[in-house]
């Protein structure tokens, strides 16, 4: 299965973060589930880099790649299909990263492992409990 992973779900599990639930954490641990790191997440974490609210042990880069590097974690582009699904999405969200990343659960049809309870109003499936 292709699992959309939220900022938080990637950076939880990865720090071994006790916030991050069980659920999620089995899914992800699960070798057969393929993980996708959206783009959005990534510049998300380049913002919240330079604002100093996240500190990695690596360069940003060097950090996504090492996930990468794990064969079941793959980097989601953003497409032209994507930005067109976010004009038409109702403002139930209004964090323009998350709206991205609901845009492409949508085009991808596949689920997010996030804790956000804003993404269940956009009729995706979300992983967390």
Known sequence: MKLLLDTHSLIWFFSGNRQLSNTARIYMEDVKHQKLISLATVWEMAIKQSKQKLT??????????QKLNLEDFELLPINLNNLAIISSLPFHHHDPFDRLIIAQAIVEKIPILSRDLAFDDYGIQRIWD
């Open 56 to 65: 990695l042990a690596l360069p940003l880069e060097d950090y996504i790649q």
